[in-house]
């Protein structure tokens, strides 16, 4: 079943009163199961970014309509999205945005103390995602005392925290080396098949081929997908490759 639903998206940025259109996405299209792991693949410039925002409610599409779970965003005020964002949405960061003067168990539950949620509920939830994410003996540590790695982990176990109906992850692997970002891969897939649905801005093959379907974008539209399937990641990193090449040339294993 579709929980969300991107009709004909289209984004066009306008430098000034006047002045050149810029066209960032045409007639974007697609629909997303709940427990679904999607990955949106595409060159610098495509348009994934703008996606993702649009999909954040950051920014606003110039036509089109976007609905989670047959709440429709366009319907909804400046307060309305945000606290729709902050209920029913959750962020990964390829630059983790950690507050550096909290430790990691604040940083994990700063969304619940913005909530107002009482302590049992947070130290409850904190204690499922610390064993599901294997970060007990980081809570007490600060950012700068933590590796990549570490520190991605805290930031998704922040997204989480609140039980996102949908996580928004930007790159969530670019700042990581290939060791950290093989075992942050593993941890979304694991939350993944717990049932969470994941949406995922990747440029990496590798990331994408743990993902359950990909969406190739170029100059502003979705050209192609692939689903995985029971393909094995490596076969589906094979394929999402030659999709890869064909559309965009050169060799991105």
Known sequence: MSFLKVNHIEKIYQQKLGGQKTTALKDIDFEMSTGEFVTIMGESGAGKSTLLNILAT???????????????????????????????????????????????????????????????????????????????????????E????????????????????????????????????????????KVNEAGQ???MVSHSVFAASESSRVLFIKDGKIYHQLYRGNYSANEFLVEINQVMTSLYGGDHE
């Open 146 to 189: 933590l590796s990549g790695g570490q520190k991605q982990r805290i930031a998704v176990a922040r997204a989480l925290i609140t039980k996102p109906e949908i996580i928004l992850a930007d790159e969530p692997t670019a700042a990581l080396d290939s060791k950290n970002a093989k075992v942050l891969m593993k941890l979304f897939q």
């Open 197 to 199: 649905s994941i949406l």
């Open 58 to 144: 950051l920014e606003t599409p110039t036509s089109g309509k976007i609905t989670l779970n047959d709440t429709e965003f366009s319907k909804m005020n400046e307060n309305q999205l945000s606290n729709f964002r902050r209920e029913h949405l959750g962020f990964v960061f390829q630059d983790f945005n950690l507050i550096e003067t909290f430790n990691a168990k604040d940083n994990i539950l700063l969304p619940l103390v913005l909530r107002k949620e009482s302590k049992q509920v947070m130290l409850t939830r904190l204690e499922n995602l610390s064993r599901t994410l294997e970060i007990k003996t980081l809570l007490e540590k600060f950012p700068y």
